[in-house]
């Protein structure tokens, strides 16, 4: 049975016809140019999608870079991250219909905390309000 949590990244084998993803094993690298579209879409930066990464990872962005370079998948990526940052449990609210604060796995919810980061940026909250 699929994970409620990842139901939007499997919605387009429902409209493609084509095979579930791994979510896991998505290339961090794939996923990183559509955070920033989705910022840039909303007259915000690649730099603020980048310092909303830093702080939830502890990555500075010589070390982001590198995962980008490296094509690490989304487990390896944040099983590398410095410090996955002590007030990330303070970000809720819903992705894809899921409240993050309730994801019972640990790896699926910083993939969500991520996304709602970059959402909130999307959606012009402030850096100090996203960056709790």
């Known amino acids: 049975m699929e994970r409620p949590e990842a139901a939007c990244y499997h919605r387009s084998e429902r409209i493609t016809g084509m095979p579930r ?8 690298s794939k996923l990183y140019p559509l955070y920033v579209e989705k910022a840039k879409r909303k007259d915000r930066t690649q730099d603020e999608v980048d310092r909303v990464i830093c702080w ?7 070390q982001l870079q590198r995962q980008i370079e490296d094509e690490v998948d989304l487990r390896t990526f944040f099983d590398k991250a410095p410090a996955i940052h002590p007030n990330s449990s303070l970000i809720k609210g819903v992705v894809c219909g899921v409240r993050v604060e309730d994801i019972a796995d640990p790896l699926m919810q910083k993939i969500r905390y991520l996304d709602k980061l970059v959402d909130e940026l999307a959606k012009g909250k402030t850096m100090e309000k996203i960056l709790r």
């Open 21 to 28: 993803l791994d979510v896991f094993a998505l290339k961090f």
């Open 56 to 62: 939830l990872t502890g990555y500075t962005p010589t």
